[in-house]
């Protein structure tokens, strides 16, 4: 129970109790994550490098006699009720949150378990809408929930994959692997360095002194992220038809070598081009990170971050005004190592690695200047890399 404190927890258990009338028997928690390096490759089968964070959902539950699922999140102050026997997505607005739940649930059941029906209160302090992953926090936990109300058990990964199916088929968005592994199996003061083709993945400890994980927050809404997103994806399969003519035994971008991509390039439209650069590149860019990491080398692993950010931007085109901003006034303070847009992008946050004697500052002088250059407030999040999802009670 580490990272969710005592009084969250207190408090949950006492409004689960106001609620419902009797106490919780069950409580999870899943962490929301931030990607180091590594972005836009899991769709590609590429490396990915995220950490958990010190952010998470929590979620209290009896066990019901029938096959009702009765939801109530205090942050929203909204319910949501389905039954297991017949899972359907929300039908009006304010049950629409519950379509995580409802898409586990769906996932779980699809894969052959027998589910019991449950009555929760769910809290979380994961921002919403800011790429740090509260719906697959949302999706991890309720697994977890859902299958200890069924005394059953199922292996992390394929709990996140099953996460990860619920999301790009009941819910419609094409998610790669990555928020779901990181989610499920996080790691306290570790990144995890992850290979999204074969599910291979390894620890590699994060300084825990000295050096500081700071989030800094556009607090832009994510308009039209999901529909930017699929279109990425379109775009790497374009590049990828495109380089299978020289290169016939590629399977994803994943396989193409930076040698193989300069020999060939000039042959590409210039969209798959720049998007297949991209996400050849960044591979390269984790490898080398996790080996600096391991160095101890935190200043090239700052650079490789600074030329991800650039990666993003340029060729892959998904930062925006306010994510530049905010990287480039890290980027002007002396101490920080490095400084990139980390999840989707089009909004959401920038992930900064700070020496600790230049925390102070970036906490005051970021903001305002991001607040000069586009009118918004920033909101800046100090975290260590935390446990992955477990139950709690
Ligand atoms: C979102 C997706 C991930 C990944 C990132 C970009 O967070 O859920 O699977 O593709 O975007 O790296």
Aim: charged share 25%; aromatic share 6%.
């Amino acid at each position: 129970m580490q990272q969710a404190s005592a009084n969250r927890v207190e408090r949950l258990v006492q409004q689960f109790k106001e609620l419902y009338g009797v106490a919780p028997e069950l409580m999870v928690r899943a962490p929301g994550r931030v990607n180091l390096i590594g972005e836009h490759t899991d769709y590609n089968d590429g490396y990915v490098f995220p950490a958990a964070i010190e952010r998470d959902i929590l979620i209290a539950a009896s066990v019901r006699p029938d096959k009702q699922v009765r939801l109530f999140s205090l942050d929203m102050g909204l319910s949501a009720t389905f039954t297991l026997d017949a899972i359907e997505k929300a039908s009006i607005e304010e049950e629409r949150w519950s379509n995580y739940p409802r898409a586990m649930a769906w996932a779980l059941q699809n894969k052959g378990f027998s589910l019991r029906g449950v009555q929760a209160v769910l809290q979380g302090d994961i921002p919403p809408g800011a790429g740090l992953s509260s719906s697959a926090a949302l999706l991890v936990a309720c697994g977890l929930l859902l299958l200890a109300a069924a005394h059953q058990t199922l292996d992390l990964v394929e709990l996140a994959l099953l996460a990860q199916q619920a999301e790009r088929e009941f819910v419609g968005v094409n998610v790669g692997i990555m928020d779901q592994f990181i989610s499920a199996l996080g790691q306290k003061d570790h990144a995890l360095f992850i290979d999204t083709r074969t599910l291979h993945y390894e620890a590699v400890p994060l300084p825990t002194s000295g050096v500081f994980l700071v989030i800094a927050n556009t607090n832009k809404p994510r308009g039209l992220v999901d529909s930017a997103y699929n279109q990425r994806r379109a775009e790497c399969e374009e590049a990828l038809d495109c380089l299978r003519r020289f290169l016939p035994s590629i399977r994803a971008l994943r396989d193409v070598t930076l040698e193989e991509f300069t020999r060939w390039e000039a042959r590409l439209p210039e969209v798959p081009r720049k998007r297949a650069r991209h996400v050849i590149t960044e591979n390269e860019r984790v490898l080398q990170s996790v080996d600096a990491l391991k160095r101890g080398d935190i200043a090239l692993f700052g650079s490789l971050m600074n030329a991800s950010h650039r990666s993003l931007r340029d060729d892959y085109e998904v930062s925006c005004t306010e994510l530049d901003a905010l990287v480039e006034a890290a980027w002007a303070l002396p101490g920080v190592y490095g400084s990139r847009m980390t999840g989707a992008g089009f909004g959401g946050c920038t992930v900064s690695l700070v020496a600790e004697e230049a925390l102070e500052r970036f906490c005051k002088e970021v903001p305002e200047r991001y607040q000069e250059t586009t009118g918004r407030e920033a909101s800046i999040l100090i975290t260590r890399a935390a446990q992955g999802a477990e139950r709690i009670l």
